[in-house]
């Protein structure tokens, strides 16, 4: 998996929650959006990883 694919999903619903700074759901997805989009690569590194080890597993948990 690509770490843009997850990036549009929480941009998405970064998007759609209600966009008040008060609000824990759109303060959570805002800084999981903006740490992933600096750390891109440690990110692909990680599902690079975690895709490893499903498959080692034998499923996607």
């Given amino acids: 998996m690509k770490p843009e694919t997850i ?26 959006f903006c740490f992933i989009s600096y750390q891109m690569a440690a990110f692909q590194k990680y599902l690079d990883e975690v895709g490893e080890s499903n498959a080692d597993d034998g499923g996607d948990d």
């Fill in 7 to 32: 990036l549009a999903k929480l941009y998405e619903l970064r998007k759609d929650a209600s966009g008040d700074k008060d609000d824990l759901e759109y303060i959570a997805l805002n800084h999981a």
